[in-house]
């Protein structure tokens, strides 16, 4: 073999070799950066919680904004009823289940045809705390037990959980109040508190109560309401208003929502404000904080038109000592604040709502 071949020979050695070294390198170097491209964090879409975000009706709404600014954060964890199976084995399980029936069924032991006496006007307590007080913004009752005994405005002193049960046999089912010591009173009260057993005292839980809706920059308009009343309401609870009772009269299938069989002029739902939220995370029947179907203006108008209709009175001449601690939507006179009682009924409510900030301030700097 001649030199030039054998010299010909290193040389095809060496760059096959090198080019050996150099594909490994570049194998190596893809590798690496897949798998950092792969490890690397993805990149999160910038979401701006500031701005303002509509609902799927296309209103912003303030309640939306702080939603979706909880959904993005990803802290949003509602509050659930305890399983009925821990329920096995608790001395107070039988008494607990009848105040849930109680709840659910009010009016066939206190209703027209009562099994225990015809004391109200035969509305369920579920009508108004869904899913019997467990449902999500369905005026649950998930911050009773961990809030009560608590101050409260309207009486002007602590009221135990009690009263604020007997409140509404008196105001929302129009009716007398139980005997504290009754087994429905008590059974109802433990209920309750078994609802509330794990939360923790002086907390309300995310989805307690009510969602807040925003204020409309106009008075609600009870002309424009009884379009909605007509459109998405009337077909259950009836033109009169007055709701259907079942074939053997022992319950309503749709709760009135005026008439002398409804809620009184003192009652919670009688606040135009607790009547849109309740409306609008809650109607037309299937509706929830998470699938709303009307806008908030049709939440609000609505509310006007039907608490503008007849309804039991209640005295309600005790109800508010202190007239600087009425509610903003407290529809009876006199308050301290100058505006009437058809502002304070229908709104606008945040000129409302800014005065009171203002004379608040000034009275705790005297
Ligand atoms: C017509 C509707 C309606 C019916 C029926 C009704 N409630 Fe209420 N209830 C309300 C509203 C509205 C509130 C909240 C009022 C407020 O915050 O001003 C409320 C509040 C309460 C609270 C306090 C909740 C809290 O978190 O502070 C309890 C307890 C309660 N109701 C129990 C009952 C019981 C028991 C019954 C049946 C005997 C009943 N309610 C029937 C509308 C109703
Ligand atoms: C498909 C039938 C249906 C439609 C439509 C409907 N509701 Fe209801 N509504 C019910 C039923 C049933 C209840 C009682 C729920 C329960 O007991 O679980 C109820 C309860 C209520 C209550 C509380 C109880 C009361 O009688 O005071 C209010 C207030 C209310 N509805 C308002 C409205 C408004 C306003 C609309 C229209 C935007 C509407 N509903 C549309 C079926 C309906």
């Not at 194998?27 to 690496?32: C, D």
């Not at 609802?195 to 609600?220: H, I, Q, T, W």
């Amino acid at each position: 073999m001649s030199d030039t071949n054998k010299h010909d020979e290193k040389l095809a050695a060496a760059v096959i070799k090198l080019t050996q070294i150099i594909v490994f390198l570049v194998v190596v170097i893809i590798a690496l950066v897949i798998a950092l491209v792969k490890s690397a964090p993805a990149s999160k879409p910038e979401v701006d919680l500031e701005a303002p975000v509509p609902d799927e009706y296309g209103n912003f709404t303030e309640a939306g904004k702080l939603e979706a600014k909880r959904v993005a954060q990803n802290t949003v964890q509602y509050w659930q009823a305890p399983d009925e199976t821990s329920l096995n084995g608790l001395s107070q399980k039988e008494s607990i289940l009848y105040g849930k029936e109680l709840i659910a069924h009010t009016s066939i032991y206190f209703g027209e045809k009562g099994k225990i006496f015809n004391s109200t006007n035969g509305m369920n307590c579920q009508n108004c705390h869904l899913d019997a007080g467990t449902k999500v913004f369905g005026n649950n009752y998930s911050a009773v037990a961990s809030t009560y005994p608590k101050y409260r405005a309207r009486s002007g002193g602590m009221e135990n959980i009690y009263k604020r049960v007997n409140d509404c046999f008196e105001r929302s089912l129009n009716g007398t109040a139980l005997d504290t010591s009754s087994k429905e009173m008590q059974a109802i009260v433990n209920y309750i508190h078994w609802l509330g057993k794990d939360v923790p005292k002086n907390k309300k839980p995310e989805g307690s109560g009510f969602k807040d809706l925003a204020f409309l920059d106009r008075a609600a308009d009870p002309d424009k309401g009884k379009n909605v009343y007509e459109t998405k309401c009337q077909s259950c609870h009836q033109a009169n208003g007055e709701g259907i009772m079942n074939g053997d009269r022992t319950a309503f299938t749709y709760p009135p929502l005026w008439g002398n069989k409804s809620y009184n002029d003192g009652a919670g739902l009688y606040r135009l404000s607790n009547f849109a939220k309740y409306v609008k995370y809650n109607m037309p029947l299937g509706a929830s904080h998470s699938a709303t179907q009307i806008t908030d203006e049709e939440a609000w108008d609505v509310a006007a038109f039907v608490n503008s209709q007849k309804r039991p009175k209640k005295d309600i001449k005790h109800d508010w000592p202190s007239i600087a601690e009425k509610p903003f939507d407290h529809p009876f006179g006199p308050f301290d604040d100058g505006f009437s009682e058809k502002q304070h009924k229908f709104g606008p409510f945040k000129p409302i709502r800014e005065k009171r900030e203002i004379m608040r301030k000034a009275n705790s700097k005297k």
